[in-house]
């Protein structure tokens, strides 16, 4: 399939990466667990450190207090063009949890009755905040079922479940689950002709890293992100707010305007950590053809980055190269994933006969290949439900991830089918906490 990265820029693309292919635990290892978090870029890193050595805080006079305050508002400037974003107001937070509970309770407000509507597919950050806050202030909680052999939500039932009262519709982007892409243009469109003044709030941030996003295109009120999942650190979240939400009542400082909605000092050395990020995109960009000004250099970046991993995905399911892909090995079952290759993020969920998740996790980690085993839990038991499933293997990848990985994966997957009783028997399981939040 085309859209494979030229060799050349792959290999380029890998050395900015720390342990791309190996760390201090695992000298060689493949990593495919991007859904829980990316690798980390190297330049980021000596960014974010830098930084960090200089002590000066914001509003002082001094050279560093300038110098900090400027990074802070670039790193600003730098959501707003990641997202696409050309008005409106950004919400930073410690984690993508943490944005999506602010911009729910401020969507929701003190105003008592109506209803919200949200999927069992969501990440518990989407599921819980909106049970919360709906609660809080009286009002109906509506939970649109998922397709288990899609392992997206039609749009149509997400609708039907809008009436005039429906003041808040809060949904995924791209499942961390299923990778399902859901289709957030018309679902905006069309639920707006049943309740005009309904706000959307989506949760980006498994999607945001693999592909273009433009939150007025895709006409939602709220988008959230998690930069540690696009080759940054954890510690800060964003959430971009429309004009509609972003002077909406939230905790603030009673000295500070409506739209602004910093609490406290910021880490302004996690904000020259994100810009870092964003100069690596736009080098992609620019490295796969895209001319222009910033914009266009990552929107560039992040096209060449879908096409890579979409074709990745196809290797993942088809096979190449005389290596069976996971459509065609009979000891797996493939879960929710019956449809377009071109709606998905690069991600795998699958089922081995007679293994549970942990164990095949257990048996790629012995094969020097990271991965998941995902049980229902806090944060995905109610997916797992809709999906009919007690659990399942989770592959998942970047634009980092090469042919070869791929296929490394897949035949250490194909091993199992082989192997008897007693040798299934010795793989035991890798650990499986509750607190797997990715």
């Given at each position: 399939?085309?859209?494979?990265?030229?060799?050349?820029?792959?290999?380029?693309?890998?050395?900015?990466?720390?342990?791309?292919?190996?760390?201090?635990?695992?000298?060689?290892?493949?990593?495919?667990?991007?859904?829980?978090?990316?690798?980390?870029?190297?330049?980021?890193?000596?960014?974010?450190?830098?930084?960090?050595?200089?002590?000066?805080?914001?509003?002082?006079?001094?050279?560093?207090?300038?110098?900090?305050?400027?990074?802070?508002?670039?790193?600003?400037?730098?959501?707003?063009?990641?997202?696409?974003a050309h008005d409106g107001a950004i919400v930073p937070a410690m984690s993508g949890t943490h944005a999506?509970?602010?911009?729910?309770?401020?969507?929701?407000?003190?105003?008592?009755?109506?209803?919200?509507?949200?999927?069992?597919?969501?990440?518990?950050?989407?599921?819980?905040?909106?049970?919360?806050?709906?609660?809080?202030?009286?009002?109906?909680?509506?939970?649109?079922?998922?397709?288990?052999?899609?392992?997206?939500?039609?749009?149509?039932?997400?609708?039907?479940?809008?009436?005039?009262?429906?003041?808040?519709?809060?949904?995924?982007?791209?499942?961390?689950?299923?990778?399902?892409?859901?289709?957030?243009?018309?679902?905006?469109?069309?639920?707006?002709?049943?309740?005009?003044?309904?706000?959307?709030?989506?949760?980006?941030?498994?999607?945001?890293?693999?592909?273009?996003?433009?939150?007025?295109?895709?006409?939602?009120?709220?988008?959230?992100?998690?930069?540690?999942?696009?080759?940054?650190?954890?510690?800060?979240?964003?959430?971009?707010?429309?004009?509609?939400?972003?002077?909406?009542?939230?905790?603030?400082?009673?000295?500070?305007?409506?739209?602004?909605?910093?609490?406290?000092?910021?880490?302004?050395?996690?904000?020259?950590?994100?810009?870092?990020?964003?100069?690596?995109?736009?080098?992609?960009?620019?490295?796969?053809?895209?001319?222009?000004?910033?914009?266009?250099?990552?929107?560039?970046?992040?096209?060449?980055?879908?096409?890579?991993?979409?074709?990745?995905?196809?290797?993942?399911?088809?096979?190449?190269?005389?290596?069976?892909?996971?459509?065609?090995?009979?000891?797996?079952?493939?879960?929710?994933?019956?449809?377009?290759?071109?709606?998905?993020?690069?991600?795998?969920?699958?089922?081995?006969?007679?293994?549970?998740?942990?164990?095949?996790?257990?048996?790629?980690?012995?094969?020097?290949?990271?991965?998941?085993?995902?049980?229902?839990?806090?944060?995905?038991?109610?997916?797992?439900?809709?999906?009919?499933?007690?659990?399942?293997?989770?592959?998942?990848?970047?634009?980092?991830?090469?042919?070869?990985?791929?296929?490394?994966?897949?035949?250490?997957?194909?091993?199992?089918?082989?192997?008897?009783?007693?040798?299934?028997?010795?793989?035991?399981?890798?650990?499986?906490?509750?607190?797997?939040?990715?």
């Amino acid at each position: 399939m085309d859209g494979l990265l030229p060799p050349d820029l792959l290999r380029e693309v890998r050395c900015r990466f720390a342990y791309v292919d190996g760390d201090p635990s695992t000298p060689q290892r493949i990593f495919l667990d991007t859904a829980s978090g990316s690798l980390r870029l190297e330049s980021m890193i000596a960014a974010l450190a830098e930084q960090t050595r200089w002590p000066d805080q914001l509003g002082r006079a001094s050279e560093g207090s300038r110098r900090a305050g400027e990074i802070v508002e670039h790193g600003l400037e730098d959501v707003s063009l990641f997202l696409g974003a050309h008005d409106g107001a950004i919400v930073p937070a410690m984690s993508g949890t943490h944005a999506m509970f602010r911009a729910v309770h401020a969507a929701l407000g003190d105003e008592r009755g109506g209803n919200v509507v949200t999927t069992n597919l969501e990440h518990a950050c989407v599921y819980d905040s909106t049970r919360v806050f709906a609660d809080a202030v009286g009002a109906e909680w509506r939970v649109a079922d998922l397709d288990p052999a899609t392992g997206r939500v039609p749009v149509e039932a997400i609708l039907a479940r809008v009436d005039a009262q429906t003041r808040l519709i809060a949904t995924i982007h791209g499942s961390n689950v299923t990778g399902a892409v859901q289709d957030l243009t018309t679902l905006t469109a069309e639920a707006r002709r049943i309740s005009p003044n309904v706000l959307v709030a989506v949760d980006g941030v498994q999607y945001a890293p693999h592909a273009p996003v433009d939150v007025h295109e895709l006409g939602v009120d709220a988008y959230v992100f998690s930069p540690y999942k696009v080759f940054c650190v954890k510690g800060i979240g964003f959430a971009w707010l429309s004009p509609r939400m972003s002077g909406h009542g939230h905790w603030k400082l009673r000295g500070k305007p409506d739209d602004d909605w910093m609490l406290g000092s910021p880490c302004d050395a996690t904000y020259a950590a994100w810009s870092n990020v964003v100069d690596y995109l736009c080098w992609m960009g620019t490295q796969t053809g895209g001319t222009g000004d910033r914009r266009q250099r990552l929107l560039a970046g992040m096209r060449a980055s879908h096409a890579h991993s979409t074709a990745l995905l196809h290797r993942l399911l088809e096979g190449a190269d005389g290596v069976p892909g996971l459509r065609r090995m009979e000891h797996v079952t493939l879960i929710g994933m019956d449809d377009d290759l071109q709606r998905r993020v690069l991600l795998a969920l699958f089922n081995v006969s007679g293994l549970d998740g942990s164990q095949v996790a257990e048996h790629l980690r012995r094969r020097g290949i990271v991965v998941q085993g995902r049980k229902a839990d806090i944060y995905c038991g109610h997916a797992f439900d809709g999906l009919g499933q007690p659990g399942a293997v989770r592959v998942s990848g970047c634009h980092y991830n090469t042919p070869d990985e791929i296929d490394a994966c897949l035949g250490a997957i194909n091993e199992l089918r082989s192997m008897g009783a007693d040798e299934i028997a010795l793989i035991g399981a890798a650990p499986v906490r509750s607190g797997q939040e990715g």
